[in-house]
């Protein structure tokens, strides 16, 4: 059983000493109904309790108890209120509340965690004992953050880190749906490098990003066309332009918030924009060629990410909104600019970099409709990717991206009403042989559910809402094409050569 014990110090603004009278009155009515009110009927024993109390000067020193109804922080609120009802009468009001104990013990965690559990914030010590823990609140946690339901987040937080535990470092869960026919190979080498030597892609400054030459952004625009008049067109979707700036509200409302920093690229603008306030910073550049970083980062704050799962920003369009029925399905894709990533692991080639260009395709309606539209978009990439194509691929049922995302590695409990994800995978001939060597993830498409219109207060006039999407890069897709077909285009498919213009690239000196 879950057991609350809390001490805290409530801060008159006058000396109360003599009206410790009013004040018991108070506390003892607290502890026989207040305490209790809203506890179920039977349990009353596992709301608060007071279990003491004492005045000295200004303050009033109290100690509360309870189980899981009723908490005892949330009976200390209930008390500081009440307590100022009284202000009038005893001539004083709360004025500072000071936590000076809070321990939560027996929290259930439903495994025995095998690493310790850490939190950073207004808690010093989590003590895990078999499959239970107890959580040691510093005195850094105020009325404010109880308040703001802080106490239950840190509960719950603690209970998922134990459980993230038991998830992590086992393999992903995934099961093959589909396969492709065995193709041949036309080609046995990383086409990156290839790129790289005929000029058609060059490294730039940054990591994993590249200035894509003319013959390469001619295959990028014959794959745009393929997907526009296979996909898009034949099921009804039209293209939108998403922002590619991310402010905090949308990670925090996505749930990217929850874990995607060290995956981010942060953006920062200037605190005070005046010339005079950076003159430190452009002085030092005259005369050092350097750039100054610490002058800057001293002079600009995060207000936040660069796009990185592409259709998060987009539901700023729908937000706080009731979407009429007449507007449902809504279907629309975006191509309008990169997403970025700091890919901790490592950058290679085309096959993995931190500025990538996609496709984002996103549907909303009944849940009936989005299953459905999956279904059609996911059977339209088969068919262009296996016959248009004619690429060598599988695809697999894996773990969502929004929960991996977000830290999670635990197929979603709505996986049986129609929610997650299929993978396309493709074969790397470069990479070895196909059974024993990783294929490359290159589009995934998805039915996520009620997760978004419920984060960013979308409703349908005409009930459930729920909503898909699916994504896949350019560079991906290109370099699995040119992995399995190499650069002769005469062996390349119909459907390609009639779109792309290869002439000669730049040649240098
Ligand atoms: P991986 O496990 O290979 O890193 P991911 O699970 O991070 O892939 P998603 O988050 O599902 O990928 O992103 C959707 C799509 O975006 C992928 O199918 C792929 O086409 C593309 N993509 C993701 N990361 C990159 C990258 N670093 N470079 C190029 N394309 C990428
Ligand atoms: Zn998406
Ligand atoms: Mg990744």
Partial sequence: MMLFELEAALEFSNDIEGQKGEIEEVLVNADKELFKRGAPKGKENEASQLRGWSVKGRVLNVSIVSGRYVRAPDALLRLRNQLNLLGTKIKAGIRKVEIKKLEVKGVELG??????????????????????????????????????????????????????????????????????????????????????????????????????????????????????????????????????????????????????????????????????????????????????????????EPVGILSYAQCPPFWQFLEGRVVKGESLPLKVYDWSGPTYRNEAGGTHGIARVEEFHRAETLFIGSPEEVIKIEKEVEEKLTFILDELLDLEVRKYSVIPWWMSQEGEKKLSDKANEGVGTVDFEAYLPYRGEREKSEWLEIQNISVIGEKYPKAFSVKSSRGELWSGCGGGSFERWICTFLAQKGFDKEKWPAEVVKRVKIEDEVKFA
């Fill in 111 to 300: 495994r025995e965690p095998k690493q310790p559990i850490k939190i950073a914030f207004y808690v010093d010590k989590i003590e895990v004992k078999g499959d239970k823990a107890d959580i040691k609140f510093s005195p850094s946690l105020t009325v404010d953050v109880i308040e703001g339901g802080g106490v239950d987040r840190i509960i719950e937080l603690v209970v998922e880190k134990a459980e993230r535990q038991e998830y992590e470092g086992k393999a992903e869960i995934k099961k093959l749906l589909w396969e492709s026919k065995t193709k041949e190979m036309l080609f046995d080498k990383d086409p990156s490098s290839e790129l790289e030597g005929i000029n058609w892609i060059r490294r730039t400054h940054a990591k994993g990003q590249f200035v894509y030459g003319r013959n390469f952004t001619s295959l990028v625009n014959a794959l745009r066309e393929i997907l526009v008049e296979e996909l898009y067109k034949p099921l009804g979707f039209r293209e939108m332009i998403f922002p590619k700036f991310e402010p905090w509200d949308v990670p925090k409302k996505s749930g990217h918030a929850k874990s995607i920093y060290p995956d981010a690229y942060y953006v920062m603008v200037p605190k005070v924009s005046s010339p005079k306030e950076w003159e430190e910073t452009m002085d030092y550049f005259r005369i050092t060629g350097e750039i100054h970083k610490e002058s800057i980062m001293r002079k600009v």
